[in-house]
């Protein structure tokens, strides 16, 4: 005798609105590839050729160089647990976050006092990260919209210039932070991603500081070191800086 079968449904884990967020970062990715391949093909055609990059060290500064840059990506967000949380705007650090801060700036005490500028991206997990990795630091303290994320999802939308001051009362004193408007952050797709990222280069070479402490994203570090940094990971890069270079205001 032939027993009847019982259907069953596969309820979907993720909701329409997560999927769409999800393809629109992939689709925004594929677009900033593209920008930056005709922008890197422009540049070589008219022979303009970008401020020169060191090969990035590991763990530690070069021991000889005129200028030393260390990127440090942000610890662990809420939105780098799983795509189904990108949604999330100005994604702050979770717990995993903060106990890899704290790691941070155990391996960072030891080069503290080597920094003459330590500079953040105004996004929360990246102030979260700079001021508890960098704790012990009594140097200069910046931020600049410029090391912002490239926009992906909601994640890497930013806090009003008014809010992030109220949020983080010391930001009040930090350089650059008079020069920033109240939206900050890119609200829709960066046609000019590979000019900001050249921008920042520029920037970097044009301080007048010799050891400066970038605290940004890896998305977007990974444009300029060509390889994704792992959270509260550093990447120590020697610089030669231009004989032209001068000294620009943050904006």
């Known amino acids: 005798m032939r027993t009847g079968s019982k259907s069953t449904s596969l309820d979907c884990p993720w909701s329409c609105g997560e999927i769409c967020v999800i393809l629109t970062q992939f689709a925004r990715e594929i677009g900033y590839f593209i920008l930056t391949l005709i922008f890197n093909l422009k540049k070589m055609f008219s022979g303009k050729k970008s401020p020169p990059l060191g090969k990035p060290g590991v763990d530690k500064p070069p021991s000889t160089?005129?200028?030393?840059?260390?990127?440090?990506?942000?610890?662990?967000?809420?939105?780098?647990?799983?795509?189904?949380y990108w949604s999330l705007v100005d994604s702050a650090l979770n717990e995993k976050g903060k106990e890899q801060v704290l790691e941070l700036n155990e391996k960072l005490k030891p080069h503290l006092k080597d920094f003459d500028l330590v500079v953040t991206s105004p996004i929360s997990r990246a102030v979260q990260t700079m001021q508890g990795g960098f704790k012990?630091?009594?140097?200069?303290?910046?931020?600049?919209?410029?090391?912002?994320?490239?926009?992906?999802?909601?994640?890497?939308?930013?806090?009003?210039?008014?809010?992030?001051?109220?949020?983080?009362?010391?930001?009040?004193?930090?350089?650059?932070?008079?020069?920033?408007?109240?939206?900050?952050?890119?609200t829709s797709f960066?046609?000019?991603?590979p000019e900001r990222v050249e921008a920042l280069k520029a920037?970097?070479?044009?301080?007048?500081e010799k050891t400066i402490a970038l605290v940004g994203h890896g998305g977007f570090f990974g444009r300029?070191?060509?390889?994704?940094?792992?959270?509260?990971?550093?990447?120590?890069?020697?610089?030669?800086?231009?004989?032209?270079?001068?000294a620009h205001e943050m904006v």
Not at 190 to 193: H, S, V, Y
Not at 230 to 243: E, F, I, L, Q, T
């Open 65 to 84: 160089t005129t200028k030393r840059v260390c990127f440090v990506r942000h610890g662990q967000g809420e939105h780098n647990r799983s795509p189904k």
């Open 136 to 186: 012990g630091y009594t140097g200069r303290i910046g931020v600049n919209p410029m090391l912002r994320e490239r926009l992906g999802a909601p994640c890497d939308f930013g806090t009003p210039r008014s809010e992030l001051v109220r949020k983080f009362p010391e930001m009040a004193n930090y350089e650059g932070i008079e020069a920033m408007p109240e939206i900050w952050w890119s």
């Open 190 to 193: 960066e046609a000019d991603l």
């Open 203 to 208: 920037w970097i070479h044009a301080r007048p």
């Open 224 to 246: 300029i070191l060509g390889y994704h940094l792992k959270n509260c990971g550093v990447a120590w890069v020697d610089m030669s800086a231009p004989a032209s270079a001068s």
